[in-house]
């Protein structure tokens, strides 16, 4: 009877609900029976309440979140993550030394996206491959910076997705999930990652029931073969380190004493891969994301790697720029800003830099630094250099 009920009221209102038929049409959602609209209007209901409560968290920050072409749909239909925790303790590799690239210059903001360093808005799709992607985005600014390139080249995360092993301390499992760290494992093990041209990703819309890609060994193969001048140019990892010391694996609790300081200086010579706790990111639509909206911190509440980008000190609300791999159409143009003066979402518990050498000619070490300082000029422009202001609490 109550069910019967509650079916009646809710017909009533999918009927009648302005929103509702406002987000139907932007969205072009046609249903095959009314039981399906009910059901989706029903999580459409369920995201407006969501969005409600969680800009009344965002506090002096302001709105971050509203109504997304995600707000009636299963979770399954959505972006994947894809960030998985190791069964226990893994290795950890060193920490990353500021200043062996270039003396510290304190600047009030950086955007690497700004410049040349970073490439553009990736897709992962319904494949939780966001390590692959996060590992490949932070290999390919490495290719730009470290050795002084003068144009990007895409790399392939279809390559890490596919080919990485699931064994190891760092075993991948493709669009089920894995690590950068496992990425970097893979990568250094072989010939290098290839440009995306020669293996280009194909699992945005598949849902996971076909499975991850085989590996094409032979691609993998030729990659530094009699042919590798037509496959065009790959990246060489050789190493990865941690941009600061990375909150334990086995910690559940929030991460709280981060070095927030540390991490920044990390950003002011490279961008790099980050894994996050992004259980609220779908409804996010632009602004500084608060720690409260974010939710918990802690190292087992990650289950998103994007890519850390730079910061902005200089507005009265400080933020870490972030890039997500959902494509240009979520959040600020593909990107996110997290509150700064906190570890907001983790995004400092498990920060890589991968070691990157290219495939082609060497060059003189004078002009890939002459290189990296006009890409920091770029990524720093409008900045003031040596801000002492500390926002870190």
């Known amino acids: 009877m109550f069910r019967l009920a509650a079916v009646s009221i809710a017909t009533a209102s999918a009927v009648g609900n302005s929103d509702w038929d406002a987000f139907k049409v932007a969205h072009r959602r046609v249903f095959d029976t009314v039981q399906e609209e009910l059901e989706r209007f029903e999580m459409f209901l369920k995201s407006h309440e969501k969005v409600k409560e969680l800009n009344a968290l965002q506090g002096e920050n302001g709105p971050a979140f509203g109504i997304t072409w995600m707000a009636d749909r299963h979770a399954s239909e959505m972006h994947q993550k894809g960030f998985k925790r190791p069964a226990g303790p893994a290795p950890v590799k060193a920490v990353y030394q500021s200043g062996k690239l270039q003396s510290r210059q304190n600047p009030s903001s950086i955007n690497w996206r700004q410049s040349e360093a970073v490439t553009s808005i990736k897709n992962q799709g319904q494949c939780g491959s966001c390590w692959a992607f996060a590992a490949t985005s932070a290999i390919e600014s490495q290719l730009i910076l470290s050795v002084g390139a003068e144009f990007a080249i ?64 032979d691609k993998v193969t030729a990659i530094d073969g009699k042919y590798a001048r037509l496959q065009g140019g790959y990246a060489v990892v050789t190493d990865y380190s941690y941009a600061i010391e990375p909150c334990p694996n086995d910690a559940p609790n929030d991460c709280l004493n981060q070095d927030l300081d540390g991490f920044a200086a990390a950003l002011e010579e490279t961008p790099f891969a980050v894994c996050v706790n992004a259980n609220n990111w779908g409804m996010y639509t632009g ?29 009265p609300i400080p933020y870490w720029i972030v890039r997500n791999s959902w494509s240009d159409t979520w959040g600020e143009d593909g990107y996110i800003y997290l509150d700064m003066r906190n570890n907001t979402c983790g995004v400092t518990n498990s920060a890589t830099i991968p070691e990157v050498a290219y495939s082609g000619a060497a060059k003189d070490a004078s002009k890939v630094s002459a290189r990296r300082q006009e890409l920091f000029a770029q990524a720093t422009k409008g900045a003031t250099l040596n801000f002492k202001k500390s926002v870190f609490v």
């Open 154 to 217: 895409e790399l392939s995360p279809q390559q890490i997705v596919s080919c990485t092993p699931d064994t190891g301390d760092w075993g991948c499992f493709g669009c089920e999930g894995g690590w950068p760290e496992g990425a970097y494992g893979y990568a250094s093990g072989v010939a290098g990652i290839t440009n995306s041209f020669f293996m280009p990703y194909l699992q945005s819309l598949t849902d996971g029931s076909d499975g991850t890609l085989a590996c094409d060994t």
């Open 287 to 315: 602004g500084i994301m608060s720690p409260e909206a974010c939710g918990a911190s802690g190292s087992y509440d990650l289950d998103h790697c994007v890519m850390a980008t730079g910061f902005n000190m200089d507005g």
